[in-house]
């Protein structure tokens, strides 16, 4: 019986790092990047360039601050386990990451910015009697990065950028486990949090003429080392050898590389096009450290690949106060199919965004932007994740979309 909980105690860990796929690397940091479908690299012409590419602050003048939030609310059904078609639906939820964003230009040469956003986050929940509540039940992930900028306009038409991110995160996964030959199940509870990790980051942006930028922009990988507990409940029986205790655990999130062009085709019409690359690679295995000698330590691949995005976006200018927003960007999934986790279920995804950037003052102004994604129906034939204390495979339909709202205020003091 102790073998048989520790088993099951090493699939259940296994299944936490799902919750840092490419679902979860949030890219909504301000609400007009939002609306040109995150080709926003060669623009960067607010506050949330300290994200974006800090470079793009060498060209904004004075003082500027930027506040705002994005509701985000996905969907997600699974069909199966095959070959029955019964129909699975993950619970309805909002999540509401906020954004914040100020620089200042210290002189002609030097600007510099700060900032806090969520760059990974989210969460999955399913109903707590469903078919694979034995590999997820409910996933909560927050990751909050605060970064500090240095822009240098080396040039008047081109600038570099450094700069380094404060992060830290929060997780927690439930799951059930069957307790043979004792009735219902047991429910395991995984809690931990990581409060001081560091990144750094690049930029660069060149105007070779008016009506064209180019820019670029580096993220670094951020290890993140959570310390937490492991809390169980089950039958009395089973108390003995049910996880509890202190736990530790790894994690390296990707490196992000991206670059873009933006043209002024005509006076009212600016098209941009981008390229982001995301390091999925570093994210090779999970490491779990039970600080009780009666569990052994974990350590099991994840087998994520590298993966990337490709991003379009245009703004149209009504007149000087007044544009019109829209995107359209293609998300590469990270994950084979045979290695999805319902935690998270992966899939090449499709964005379309809509928005508008308006100034209703002089210096005030206020962007709003709506995304909808699609995520490719995933049929999974050969699963090596494992529902039951069995052998069979988890395979299945998945089916999932999310829509996304973003509000973002902004004032300059110039």
């Known amino acids: 019986m102790k073998r048989r909980i520790i088993v099951f105690m090493v699939t259940f860990v296994l299944c936490v790092p799902a919750v840092y796929g490419g679902g979860f690397q949030l890219n909504e940091h301000g609400a007009k990047p939002m609306g040109l479908g995150g080709a926003f690299t060669a623009i960067a012409n607010d506050a949330s360039a300290v994200y974006w590419n800090g470079a793009g602050l060498s060209f904004l003048n004075g003082t500027n601050v930027l506040l705002g939030v994005s509701l985000i609310a996905p969907s997600t059904t699974f069909r199966g386990v095959s070959p029955s078609t019964k129909i699975s639906y993950m619970k309805d939820q909002v999540f509401y990451p906020p954004h914040f964003f100020a620089s200042y230009k210290l002189s002609d040469d030097f600007s510099i910015g700060t900032g806090i956003s969520v760059p990974f986050g989210l969460g999955t929940e399913w109903q707590p009697d469903w078919i694979g509540r034995y590999l997820a039940v409910k996933t909560d992930l927050m990751v909050f990065s605060a970064p500090l900028v240095v822009s240098w306009a080396i040039l008047d038409n081109l600038s570099i950028s450094a700069g380094g991110s404060y992060s830290f995160a929060n997780v927690t996964i439930t799951q059930k486990s069957p307790q043979y030959p004792f009735a219902g199940d047991a429910y395991v509870e995984l809690e931990g949090d990581d409060n001081a990790s560091f990144g750094y980051n690049f930029g660069i942006m060149w105007k070779p003429v008016k009506e064209v930028s180019i820019g670029g922009s580096f993220r670094s990988e951020v290890k993140y080392s959570f310390d937490g507990t492991a ?96 995107g359209i960007y293609y998300d590469k999934n990270p994950v084979e199919p045979q290695y999805l986790s319902p935690s998270l279920p992966e899939s090449d995804r499709l964005g379309l965004s809509i928005g508008v950037d308006a100034k209703i003052y002089e210096n005030f102004g206020i962007s709003g932007s709506f995304l909808f994604i699609r995520s490719q129906e995933l049929t999974v034939d050969n699963s090596t994740q494992i529902y039951t204390t069995g052998n069979s495979p988890f395979n299945g339909t998945y089916n999932s979309q999310a829509g996304l709202f973003a509000a973002s205020i902004y004032y300059s003091f110039n």
Do not use: C
């Open 231 to 326: 809390t169980s409940t089950g039958a009395e029986q089973l108390s003995a050898v049910l996880p509890a205790g202190d736990i530790s655990a790894d994690l390296t999130t990707p490196m992000n590389i991206q670059g873009g062009i933006a043209v002024r085709v005509i006076k009212p019409l600016l098209l941009s096009a981008d390229f982001q690359w995301v390091g999925w690679s570093s994210y090779d295995k999970l490491a779990v450290d039970f600080k009780n000698d009666a569990y052994e330590d974990i350590s099991r691949p994840r087998l994520y690949d590298d993966s990337y995005i490709i991003r379009f976006g245009g703004e149209y200018s009504i007149d000087e106060n007044l544009s019109l927003l829209g």
